[in-house]
């Protein structure tokens, strides 16, 4: 294992996209889905879509930088934002095991990140 931080952009982005691919694993998704980075910030977001038209962002949660607590703080917050009609917000879609927040990992991450898929 090598530390992420230490790697080139090029390494990260690529272990990053590895670990978005196996994250559609955790949820009940077409299997010919494409996976494509539309940004890396403080999180790496990326556009899922379907052959059939149906798209999804998934966002891998930096390491360290928000807890778990916290990301189900802030999906809670846009679930309410969405339900009393105040802004429309994506909708978390729970993994096959039925949870919001889900986790992947790779080889070379120092421990798996959490991640978020929404529609």
Known sequence: M???DALTHDQQLG???ETAEAAIANYDLPADV????INLSENAT???AAPDGRRWAL???RDGYH???AIQSELAWLTDLRQTGIVPTPVPVAG???????R??????????????SQ
């Open 15 to 17: 272990i990053l996209q």
């Open 67 to 69: 807890s778990r607590t």
């Open 34 to 37: 494409s996976v494509t980075m």
């Open 46 to 48: 990326y556009k899922v």
């Open 96 to 102: 096959k095991d039925g949870e919001q927040i889900q």
């Open 2 to 4: 090598t530390d992420f």
């Open 104 to 117: 992947a990992g790779h080889a070379r991450l120092a421990q798996p990140r959490n991640v978020v898929l």
């Open 59 to 61: 966002r891998i949660h």
